[in-house]
């Protein structure tokens, strides 16, 4: 459905940002794109969703192509019309906007107008909690509500490729479990394709198909995701298990010791 | 007491006006950031090509006024396609820069093809003043603040409902996130102009029958920036309510002060009340300090 083939991407005319990236996803799966901070994996994303330009980057090289249409140079309202939406990373809620409101910004680019009242309804389904707060200006939400108001949006636009941008981002443990939860009910339900660049390795695999490692702008290692979550190395470097397991286990101890003496 | 009533409705209708003309300013500051010192030429635009329709082609005031609106809108999109989008990205000192050589440029423009006497509108509304409770009213003014009210609760609408309205909000609050929505910067903001020269150009039309018509009137750009400073630069119920405020409070000091001291209180008035406000609360009255939640 979705082959970014080699791309190069550049900031400022001279930050090289993604060095020959490649990346697939399927229709109808989600895929998991991890990696540590500064690999470049919002960088794809936004390359992706054509929003390079309005941060001063563009891609240089390699092509991306989308249902059988190339990506490249094309503005960010086609490639959404298109079916290619992404709720970038750190929420941007629309703030001075009621929660409905946002709702209906998702929506912006739908061709059929008719149907958006229910589908309203049906995010409500998705996050209860966003019900209460229809009528609340985001900016006020808190930072969990937020996140569901930008990926609610997201769903709005009635995507067939949903990109979303650390969706766990700020929020406690226990949300973004249920987050994830329902992030897979929407592929599940809605049969939209989703490709999540996640920190959190763990529960981002947990609900993927497929997962992609990225390190320096390209992709380094690459599999099912049963097979990334059961990888010696992985689990070492990118899930915080394996063998650090036991220092983490050591440097408690030693904590406790401390907390102690305090 | 019918004194002060007669002066409090005068700056309720002219301070309604002003309303409508800041709103148009508020709308630009809002997307892009800029100060749109052109505001006043686009005021006095309007009613000339109405006036003239009106006297040398015979239309009728409504027809001319349509056409007029029509005129207007274009002028607002050639503006913002020629002047404001080539330097879109420039730094918002520049694009202030611009509009002020725009304005030099229309204002001119004025001065060479209609001169500088004053004209007066043919008479529209009915001459015969009305009599509500002791007060007199004349119909211009009746009608003036008809046509403001109703305007702005179309635009309260517009911007709370309507698609587009909501884009320009949208953009207004977080352009990055307003494209990867898909929204097309670009036509919310020639939507912007194009609304902004509209209501420039309706108040303008109000004010040229209320006051009769010279390039002067331009000055009006001028009045509107305690205005939208009063109510927040951003805030479109600011400007609005800015207006009121100022209106009024201009025409009562004109009224008792100026007989006073011997005139020309009534231009400073208005800033005295910024500066004033401005100590108290630096965002204006409405102004947004942004939400930040993160
Ligand atoms: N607007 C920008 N201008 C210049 N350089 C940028 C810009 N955005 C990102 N970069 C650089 O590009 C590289 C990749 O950044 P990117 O945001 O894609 O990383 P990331 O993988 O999403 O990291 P994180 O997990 O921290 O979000 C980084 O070195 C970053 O400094
Ligand atoms: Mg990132």
Redesign the pocket.
């Known amino acids: 459905m979705l082959h970014v083939n080699n791309v190069e991407a550049v ?2 005319k001279i ?1 090289l ?1 993604l060095k020959g990236m490649s990346l697939h996803v399927p229709e109808g799966k989600i895929v998991a794109l991890l ?10 994303l936004k390359s992706i969703s054509g929003l390079l330009s309005g ?3 563009q891609i240089t090289a390699g092509t991306i192509e989308f249902q059988g249409k190339k990506l490249n140079n094309i503005t960010p309202d086609v490639i959404v019309k298109n079916g290619i939406f992404l709720c970038m ?1 750190g929420r941007h809620v629309f703030r001075d906007l009621t929660v409905e409101e946002n709702l209906m910004a998702g929506a912006y680019s739908r061709k059929d107008r008719t149907n958006i009242k229910a589908d309203m309804e049906k995010i409500f389904v998705y996050f209860p909690k966003l019900k209460a707060l229809r009528s609340r200006k985001a900016g006020y939400l808190s930072g969990g509500e937020q996140q569901m108001l930008a990926i609610g949006r997201g769903i709005m636009a009635k995507p067939k490729l949903l990109l979303l941008d ?1 969706p766990s981002l700020g929020i406690a443990p226990l949300l973004v479990k249920e987050i994830f939860q329902i992030i897979k009910r929407i592929n599940e339900e809605e049969g939209t394709s989703m490709l999540v ?1 996640e ?1 959190n390795a763990n529960v981002a695999l947990s609900i993927a198909d497929y997962g992609y490692i ?1 390190e320096n702008g390209r992709v380094v290692m690459q599999g099912k995701a049963d097979y990334l979550l059961s990888n010696e190395e992985v689990r070492e470097h990118y899930l915080g298990i394996g063998k650090e397991e036991k220092n983490y286990k050591e440097n408690k101890v030693y904590r406790r010791r401390q907390r102690v003496v305090w | 007491m019918t004194f002060f009533l007669q002066m409090l409705v005068t700056g309720v209708v002219v301070g309604s006006i002003y309303g409508l003309v800041a709103l148009g300013f508020v709308l630009i500051y809002r997307a892009s950031g800029a100060l749109n010192l052109a505001n006043g030429e686009f005021v006095i635009i309007g009613p000339y090509i109405c006036l003239i329709l009106m006297t040398a082609y015979k239309i009728p005031f409504i027809y001319a006024l349509l056409i007029t609106l029509i005129f207007s809108a274009v002028l607002g999109l050639v503006v913002e396609r020629l002047v404001i989008r080539p330097i879109q990205n420039a730094p918002v000192v520049s694009v202030i820069m611009a509009t002020i050589g725009l304005s030099s440029l229309l204002g001119g423009a004025v001065h060479m093809i209609w001169g500088h006497q004053t004209r007066t509108f043919p008479p529209v509304f009915p001459q015969t003043p009305i009599n509500i409770a002791g007060v007199i009213i004349s119909p211009v003014y009746l009608w003036s603040f008809i046509v403001v009210v109703l305007l702005l609760v179309i635009f309260s609408l517009f911007f709370k409902f309507s698609k587009m309205g909501i884009a320009m909000r949208a953009v207004a609050d977080d352009r990055q996130a307003a494209l990867s929505m898909g929204m097309s910067v670009k036509y919310v903001y020639a939507a912007t102009w194009t609304i902004a020269a509209v209501v420039a150009a309706v108040g303008g039309v109000l004010l040229g029958n209320i006051n009769g018509l010279s390039p002067t009137m331009s000055a009006i750009g001028l009045t509107v920036l305690p205005v939208v400073i009063l109510g927040g630069l951003d805030s479109v119920l600011g400007a609005i309510v800015g207006g009121f405020i100022i209106g009024v409070v201009q025409n009562l000091a004109g009224g008792y002060l100026d007989p006073l001291v011997g005139g020309g209180l009534k231009d400073v008035v208005p800033f005295i009340i910024v500066l004033l406000i401005l100590m108290l609360k630096p965002h204006g009255l409405f102004g947004s300090r942004r939400i930040e939640r993160v």
Do not use: F, P, R, W
């Open positions: 900031y400022s930050i940002a990696g540590s901070n500064g690999a470049g994996k919002s960088t794809t941060e001063g980057g990373e650390e660049v920190q990225m």
